[in-house]
């Protein structure tokens, strides 16, 4: 069974930072391009950063260009996004997603992913 999971998220204060984890069961991420996607409550789930297999090429949406950072370590199967400097307005529930791709850039649509994890929740609050 193909599944995805997240991991890593918690209670941070305003500046703080975490790293949230994807992880891969029943397949390898090599030949997939691995998207984060978010959920505040009340709003509709947005696309926030994704990697491309073909070359590890990324993608962020303009709220978290220059402090999340997404990563990829295909020996341990596992993508990871490093969030700094948070804000009470990235509150959401953070979702992995991946979508099998041979030399296809990643991109935020969620259509585009096949694969969904079950969120973690991140919460940025004094």
């Known amino acids: 069974q193909l599944q995805v999971v997240e991991s890593g998220g918690g209670l941070v204060q305003p500046g703080g930072s975490l790293r949230l984890s994807c992880a891969a069961s029943?397949?390898?991420?090599?030949?997939?391009?691995i998207g984060w996607f978010r959920q505040a409550p009340g709003k509709a789930r947005e696309g926030v950063s994704c990697?491309?297999?073909?070359?590890?090429?990324?993608l962020y949406a303009d709220s978290v260009k220059g402090r999340f950072t997404i990563s990829r370590d295909n020996a341990e199967n596992t993508v990871y996004l490093h969030m700094n400097s948070l804000k009470p307005e990235d509150t959401a529930v953070y979702y992995c997603?991946?979508?099998?791709?041979?030399?296809?850039?990643?991109?935020?649509?969620?259509?585009?992913?096949?694969?969904w994890g079950q969120g973690t929740q991140v919460t940025v609050s004094s």
């Open positions: 029943g397949f390898t991420f090599d030949y997939h391009n």
């Open positions: 997603a991946a979508r099998e791709a041979i030399q296809i850039m990643c991109n935020l649509r969620q259509r585009s992913y096949a694969y």
């Open positions: 990697i491309s297999t073909s070359d590890g090429s990324t």
